[in-house]
């Protein structure tokens, strides 16, 4: 077997693979995608934040009708599930097809479908329906990303994950009357209210003793008491098995403290995490591996200076914009010639809790500096006084902001509420410039738009 020689091969073609294949490849560069999928995008719009957020802004308009008919508007349309995910499908369909045109404008870039196996480090192999071919690679970009963790509890065949509820065709096409969802991170929340605004009674089982663990406590303690109220939350449960009774429904058996009890439901869902998924043949190459995934520092590379990781198989950031940041970074230090040019941040980058409402994060937040000893100073503004969000009748939550003490630089902060995933972008970008409360109270955002918050929760320090 001939080898066919790549300036860049990726393992993976999603978010943490593809920036830099593009990059290279526009730079004169011969270069390989791989991944078993044989479409570009990943996991992210195969069966996570594309599709789930599909459900949820769709979720989000029936929710907005319970508010609008407190105030007396007339009507309200029963949630169609079905009908969500043909949705959902339809989104998916055009974005695959958006990427296909984007690859298929780019000269010397391919997309082989197959699974690579390292055979040493310049050479890899791709077994395919087309048979194998193998190639020697000058650079090597690893982006195989993560696949949904199942942990061995007795029949959790039975259970579904969020494979089986957001990747094309999914398996669950009816709206459940009642669903369990195993698991409190942000997955298995988000996953409950989309479900409980459709109207699903969501029981939510959480083995430790919050949600959202590593989460700033602060800002999930603003999040959960707003919660739609057909979500139960149980703290501090173990679940023990899962077992299908004769009518098809599913009976999870758990422990809280010294008390055993079970639930029925309609449904369950695992959503405990997910793990990485290393390449064949990695171990041959003595790189730093563990249950979290490849180990890497801001660079990007591994011990070997031509072979980088990036995205969710380094466990750093699973995220997929920290994946596309981490994939260009890649690429810039590759065409410096595998010498650091460029340095992923894996501190400040923005994550958004999608639930309904939501929650973001970004940067140093008050449990991180507890931890680190540092000291902080905040500013706060409260939805409660915003304009934007009395005319939507979305009044709960708050905006905080977390300052170097003496530059009052700011260095962090989290959003409850309205709009927080759009405001933590503008928190980042101020983070980013190294911008000051100073900075960011002298800024005339826009009115009645719920950004003018950020500068009022500055000005709350003066």
């Known amino acids: 077997m001939a080898d066919t020689e790549v300036d860049l091969l990726t393992i993976g073609a999603g978010g943490a693979a593809y920036p830099a294949a593009f990059r290279l490849a526009k730079a004169g560069a011969k270069v390989v995608m791989v991944?078993?999928?044989?479409?570009?995008?990943?996991?992210?719009?195969?069966?996570?934040?594309?599709?789930?957020?599909?459900?949820?802004?769709?979720?989000?308009?029936?929710?907005?009708?319970?508010?609008?008919?407190?105030?007396?508007?007339?009507?309200?349309?029963?949630?169609?599930?079905?009908?969500?995910?043909?949705?959902?499908?339809?989104?998916?369909?055009?974005r695959y097809a958006q990427h296909a045109a984007e690859l298929a404008a780019v000269p010397d870039l391919r997309l082989v479908q197959g699974v690579a196996r390292f055979l040493d480090p310049h050479t890899v192999q791709v077994h395919g329906e087309r048979g194998?071919?193998?190639?020697?690679?000058?650079?090597?970009?690893?982006?195989?990303?993560?696949?949904?963790?199942?942990?061995?509890?007795?029949?959790?065949?039975?259970?579904?994950?969020?494979?089986?509820?957001?990747?094309?065709?999914?398996?669950?096409?009816?709206?459940?009357?009642?669903?369990?969802?195993?698991?409190?991170?942000?997955?298995?929340?988000?996953?409950?209210?989309?479900?409980?605004?459709?109207?699903?009674?969501?029981?939510?089982?959480?083995?430790?003793?919050?949600?959202l663990q590593g989460m700033d406590p602060g800002m999930v303690d603003q999040l959960v008491p707003l919660l739609h109220?057909?979500?139960?939350?149980?703290?501090?449960?173990?679940?023990?098995?899962?077992?299908?009774?004769?009518?098809?429904?599913?009976?999870v058996h758990y422990q809280q403290g010294d008390k055993g009890s079970e639930i029925s439901a309609d449904a369950v869902v695992l959503a405990v995490g997910r793990r990485?998924?290393?390449?064949?043949?990695?171990?041959?190459?003595?790189?730093?591996?563990?249950?979290?995934?490849?180990?890497?520092?801001?660079?990007?590379?591994?011990?070997?200076?031509?072979?980088?990781?990036?995205?969710?198989?380094n466990g750093r950031v699973p995220l997929f914009h920290a994946a596309v940041r981490q994939s260009l970074v890649a690429a810039h230090n590759i065409l410096g010639g595998d010498v650091p040019m460029d340095y992923a941040d894996f501190v400040n980058v923005p994550t958004t809790i999608f639930t309904l409402p939501a929650a973001a994060a970004i940067g140093i937040t008050e449990a991180r500096a507890q931890a680190e000893n540092l000291e902080l100073v905040s500013g706060r503004y409260?939805?409660?006084?915003?304009?934007?969000a009395q005319i939507l009748e979305r009044m709960d939550g708050e905006i905080r902001l977390f300052f170097e003490p003496g530059s009052l630089r700011l260095v962090g902060g989290w959003v409850v509420g309205i709009d927080a995933g759009h405001l933590i972008g503008e928190i980042g970008m101020a983070i980013q410039g190294g911008l000051s409360a100073h900075d960011l109270a002298r800024f005339a955002d826009q009115h009645p738009m719920s950004a003018e918050g950020i500068g009022k929760a500055a000005r709350s320090l003066f």
Request: proline fraction near 7%; charge should be neutral; aromatic fraction near 6%.
């Open 35 to 94: 991944d078993p999928k044989g479409v570009m995008s990943g996991n992210c719009l195969y069966e996570g934040c594309v599709p789930s957020k599909a459900v949820r802004e769709t979720a989000a308009l029936y929710l907005d009708q319970e508010k609008f008919q407190q105030l007396g508007l007339p009507g309200r349309i029963c949630p169609d599930y079905g009908a969500i995910v043909a949705h959902k499908d339809a989104v998916q369909s055009r």
């Open 132 to 211: 194998d071919e193998r190639f020697r690679c000058r650079h090597i970009l690893i982006a195989s990303g993560s696949d949904v963790f199942v942990p061995t509890i007795p029949g959790a065949e039975l259970a579904l994950t969020s494979h089986d509820l957001y990747k094309p065709d999914p398996s669950l096409k009816s709206l459940p009357a009642h669903l369990v969802i195993i698991g409190g991170g942000y997955i298995g929340l988000e996953t409950a209210s989309f479900f409980a605004a459709l109207g699903s009674q969501v029981t939510l089982l959480q083995k430790g003793g919050q949600v």
């Open 229 to 251: 109220p057909r979500i139960h939350l149980l703290l501090g449960v173990e679940v023990l098995s899962l077992a299908a009774t004769a009518d098809g429904k599913r009976v």
């Open 276 to 313: 990485p998924v290393l390449p064949e043949g990695l171990d041959k190459l003595d790189i730093a591996a563990d249950r979290h995934g490849i180990r890497v520092g801001p660079d990007l590379r591994t011990r070997h200076p031509h072979i980088y990781a990036c995205g969710d198989v």
């Open 382 to 388: 409260a939805f409660a006084e915003d304009s934007r």
